[in-house]
């Protein structure tokens, strides 16, 4: 990163991590970032995959999250082993675990979530539902809906319809809604050598269009008493408060929830609830940002948004 | 259920979603997980299929996924276990070779 864009970028962090800040920075440019596998439990009881992954000469440490494993040694990428071939396991990080967590959908749903490829968090979803019910993962991608499709058929979520559709314009209605939008990625800057060094305040700005289009639409899919999770990898209010902020404006028939569980409260710092001089939704100090620093994992912004019954 | 063609394995509420989404005009690309035959089943079948356990070592898995395996079973298609854990299913032709039916990527890939 160009030493004028990491000053600007460590101005911004010092206004959402504070004191945190240094050492978030220091984590996302100079720290080798964790690999955290999630066992499927579509397939196979979480033992009986450690067991496997052991006898091949895979070190795992726990997690809060009894199906997650930070891996410590392995003989070779865990992309490569049979397990990740046999949809046993899938690689991803364990604060991008947190979104369908905190959605907790019930069976049968229906779920959608809005921009799903490459199927991380919607194959996370399935195990939740344990299978049963309905999501609907769209994306918008063709060439990313095709690896969509794989990794559900890889995972075995028999629960899964998948569609290649723009978000904004589906007109089906759903009580749970997971939106990720793709962002700029501040958060996997350690991992993420192109989103690091094509960084810019523009940048931030360009996804924080789509992301409030994004939200705009899908948010009123959500039937009273129904949950939208909104996350990104990414640190900029541009992209997180303020897209909920105008997206929701002072419409009080939603919500934003906490709903943090305790193993996760002190590696998260709360939402703004003001930004470069503007008032911002009250409610947004109930979203959070994951301290990639402390939970050694990729940083993220994570909003619950209840539409009261 | 059937969706163009494929024998698909859904669950019970995917099946009654679908024509749901169909009439709201949604462009459903796929659900749930590809079957096939079961005497040529998809790698990724296996948990849906009644077929007999075939026990393999873990290179000899690795081997199949990258383009055959000489294995001692009669020709058929297989459940294919490593120490008890289900990965997948496969098929042994009359030449005695266990094959299985992946995406050609994991052919290249150096599989442990």
New interface residues.
Partial sequence: MKPRRLETFRERLELVFEDRAEDVLRYLLEERPPTYVRVNTLKADVESVVESLERAGVRLEETPLPYAFRVLEAPGPMGSSLEHAAGLIYVQDLASMIPPELLSPEPPGPVIDACAAPGSKTTQLAQLMEGRGVILAVDVDPKRVRSLAHNVERMGAINVIVAREDATRLRVGAPYILLDPPCTGEGTFHRDSHARETWTPAKVLRFARKQERLLRAVVELLPPGGRLVYSTCTFSPEENELVIHRALGDDDRFRIVDERPRWLRRHTVPGLTEWEGEELRPDLRNAFRVDPSSLRSDGFFIAVIERVS | MRIDGELR???R??AA??K??ER???????????VDPEDRP???AA??LDLPTLELE?EE??EA?RGGTRVRAEPGAYKLS???????AGRVGEDGVLRVR??RK?AR????
């Fill in positions: 394995a859904v669950s509420e995917v979603a679908l749901e989404l709201a005009g949604v462009n459903v690309v796929s659900a749930g997980v590809r998809s790698f990724y948990p849906f873990r898995l690795a996924i490593v120490k008890g854990v289900a990965m997948g992946l995406p994991y890939l150096r599989l442990w």
